[in-house]
C-alpha cells in the first residue's frame, strides 16, 4: 500500500485525504488521539492535542509480520512514540482517548468490526472517530472489480494494491449506528478518472469540480466524522440558589375582590 501511495493516483489521493484531516481535526479539543496504521499520512499534524501516539499493525495485510519497531518506516515527530498492536485489542483503557483517525485502516484489516468496536470502546464520550476509505462504488472501484475478472483469467494488473476488502459508505454508517456513533459530517472526493499518469490526472482536474454536484456519492474516496454517543448520558449543571419571598408578601386586591364576590354569590 506504501508503494502504490508513490505513483500520481495515489499522491492525487493523499493530497485530498490530507486536507481533509486537516480540515477534521484542526477543532477537535482533548489531550489524548490515536491514529491507526499509515504513517505515510499524518493525520494528526493539524491537532493540537498534547498526546498523540500512531499504531502500527502486528501483521501486515499480506501477513508479513511486524514484531520489531525497527521494521516501521521513518515516523514524523509529531506521531512519536509508535506503538505495535492489534486493532481489535488496542493498549488502552476504556473512555480514554479522546479522537481516533482510522486512514484506510478498516479496509485493510483483518476484523474491520472488531477493530470499530475498539475504538468505541477506548472512544469517551462525545470523542471523534475520523475515518477515510475507497469506495467500491466509484469509477476506481469499477477498474479494481474489471481487473481482478482479467486477472482470474491470467492477464491484466489491478489499478489498486490487492490489500484487504473496501468497504461501502452506507455500509459503514450502518456499523457506526450500531455501536452507538453518530455521523457528524461526511464527504466524498477524488471524482477523476482511474488513470496511471500524472499528466491524464491533470487533464481530467475538471472532473473535482463537478463531481460533488453532479455525481456526488461516486468519488473514489470518503471521509466519514463519527461521534461516539452515549444513552442516557445527561450533563449535570449547578444547583440553581433558592428564590426567597417576604413572609409577609402583599395580595392583589383583584383577588380579594374575586374571593369576595363569589362567597356572596354562593351565600
Avoid at 511486524?66 to 476504556?94: K, R
Wanted: hydrophobic fraction near 45%; charged fraction near 20%.
Amino acid at each position: 500500500m506504501d508503494q502504490w501511495f508513490q505513483t500520481p493516483p495515489g499522491q492525487y489521493l493523499l493530497d485530498w485525504e490530507r486536507a481533509r484531516y486537516a480540515q477534521a481535526v484542526a477543532d477537535v479539543f482533548g489531550y489524548h488521539a490515536l491514529q491507526l496504521g499509515l504513517p505515510v499520512l499524518n493525520t494528526l499534524a493539524s491537532n493540537r492535542m498534547p498526546h498523540r501516539w500512531l499504531a502500527m499493525p502486528l501483521a501486515s495485510s499480506d501477513g508479513t509480520p511486524l514484531t520489531t519497531p525497527s521494521l516501521l518506516p521513518a515516523l514524523q515527530p509529531a506521531l512519536q512514540p509508535a506503538l505495535i498492536t492489534d486493532f481489535a485489542a488496542l493498549p488502552f483503557a476504556e473512555n480514554s482517548l479522546d479522537l481516533v483517525t482510522l486512514p484506510h485502516s478498516l479496509e485493510l484489516g483483518a476484523d474491520p468490526h472488531a477493530s470499530l468496536r475498539e475504538v468505541a470502546r477506548v472512544l469517551v464520550p462525545d470523542g471523534r472517530a475520523i475515518i477515510t476509505g475507497l469506495n467500491p462504488a466509484s469509477l476506481w472501484g469499477l477498474r479494481q472489480r474489471r481487473a481482478k475478472l482479467w486477472r482470474s483469467l491470467g492477464w491484466g494488473e489491478l489499478y489498486l494494491p490487492d490489500m484487504g476488502e473496501f468497504i461501502a459508505y452506507r455500509r459503514l454508517r450502518d456499523w457506526l449506528r450500531l455501536l452507538d456513533f453518530e455521523v457528524e459530517a461526511s464527504q466524498f472526493g477524488c471524482y477523476r478518472p482511474a488513470v496511471r499518469s500524472a499528466q491524464w490526472l491533470e487533464r481530467t482536474a475538471w472532473a473535482d469540480g463537478l463531481g460533488p454536484r453532479w455525481w456526488p456519492i461516486l468519488g473514489a474516496a470518503y471521509s466519514i466524522v463519527a461521534v461516539k454517543r452515549v444513552r442516557g448520558m445527561r450533563l449535570i449543571r449547578a444547583p440553581r440558589k433558592a428564590t426567597k419571598f417576604a413572609a409577609n408578601a402583599p395580595v392583589a386586591i383583584a383577588r380579594k375582590q374575586d374571593a369576595m364576590r363569589f362567597n356572596n354569590e354562593n351565600s
